[in-house]
Every structure is written in C-alpha cells, then in structure tokens.
C-alpha cells in the first residue's frame, strides 16, 4: 500500500449487516468516507458516458420515464443472467475504481474509509490499508434484510448467496465489528476502533 496518501480502511460487510450506520458514526467522528454505492449511481447519471454503455448494452428499456436508470428493471434483467452481470460489471466497476480514488485522493479527513458492499469479491480490497468486517449473525441478517426489502425468506436467502460468506469475510477481515445488538453498543465500538485508526494514521504521518 502507498504511503504518499492518508490511511485507507475498506469497510465492507454483507447486505443489511450496518454498513451504513459504522460508515455514519465515523464520519460523526471525523472520518472522510468515500461510498461506492453512491458512487455507483453517479457514474449512470443522465449524460454520463456509463449510463450511455449501459444502455448500449442492454438497450432503452432499462430507462424511466425521466430518461434515468431503472435500477429495478435492470437489477431484473442481470439477476439470473450470469453473462449480463458480467457485462454490466464490466461496464461499472473501472468506472467505479476510478471516481473513487479520486475521491480517495481529495480526501481531507484524519483518514479515510472507502465502502465498498463487495470488498472481497473484486480487486478493490487490494488498494487498502486495512479492511473492516461489519459482521452479523447469518438469522439476524436474513430477519433484516426481509424486514427492510419486504421479500419473503427465500428472495432473502437468494440475495446473501451471491455476495461472499461470512466466513469468506471474516478471513479477509483485519478489523470487526459485530452489529448484533443495539445502536449504543454499535457505536462503542466504532468508537474504539477509531480512536485506534487515529492513532495508526498518526504513526503513518510520522513515517512519512
């Protein structure tokens, strides 16, 4: 990892685990947090040439009314097709990589935390200092995620098996964080943790 820039921590967890919410707090904190998720919807905005490959790809019908993507028609179309999500990943993911660390770079934060959903799935985990696990029990996962989509247990189960496993995670994980009680107690620890990122970002100065 460079040096030259602050100290990067790859936050990643699988769906409904709380990423959100630790991505929130530390940026309460003082953290710079980079969000690949909004990152993504930026790279499809209307007149984007990513929006203008996907519709090339996939054709108008994965449009609105309003002339923006449908985020909803396209998640359709590429959910059961393996060679379509491939294609659309290919579209996506270098434009994705490559506003985020430009943002990365115009951070100003102590340090900086780069959200990426699917961390250890691609090559982003390879870019950061350090990768941070929100983990959660696999029934409270599955309870949340029914709760929030409004999809019964199987969509649930459905959407989990195409991310990485918990354990699959948890291997790769430097830091972890268990989202499996309430606010306060997630907030404690995301406190902790970054009173400790403060003082390896310091020590990284120091180096340099």
Do not use: C
């Not at 929130?24 to 003082?30: K, N, S, T, V």
């Not at 780069?114 to 961390?119: A, E, G, T």
């Not at 499996?180 to 390896?200: C, F, I, K, N, P």
């Amino acid at each position: 990892m460079s040096r030259d820039r602050k100290l990067l921590i790859g936050l990643t967890g699988g769906i409904a685990s709380g990423k959100s919410a630790v991505a929130d707090r530390l940026a309460e904190l003082g953290a710079s947090i980079v969000d690949t998720d909004r990152i993504a919807r930026d790279v499809v905005e209307p007149g984007t040439d990513g929006l203008k490959a996907v519709v090339a790809r996939f054709g108008r019908g994965i449009l609105d009314q309003q002339g923006r993507l449908d985020r909803r028609r396209l998640r359709e179309r590429v959910f059961a097709d393996p060679q379509a999500r491939s294609d659309l990943n290919a579209i996506l993911h270098p434009r994705i990589g490559a506003e985020s660390m430009q943002r990365v770079a115009r951070a100003e934060g102590p340090y900086v935390v780069l959200v990426v959903p699917l961390l250890v799935e691609g090559s982003m985990a390879d870019v950061v200092d350090r990768v941070l696990v929100i983990d959660v029990p696999v029934e409270t996962q599955l309870r949340r995620v029914m709760a929030r989509d409004n999809i019964d247990r199987d969509q649930a189960q459905s959407i989990m098996a195409a991310q990485a496993s918990r354990e699959t995670r948890l291997q790769r994980a430097d830091d972890v964080i268990v989202n499996d009680g309430s606010l306060a107690d997630l907030h404690e620890q995301v406190d902790t943790l970054h009173r400790r990122y403060l003082e390896m970002a310091s020590e990284r100065t120091r180096e340099t």
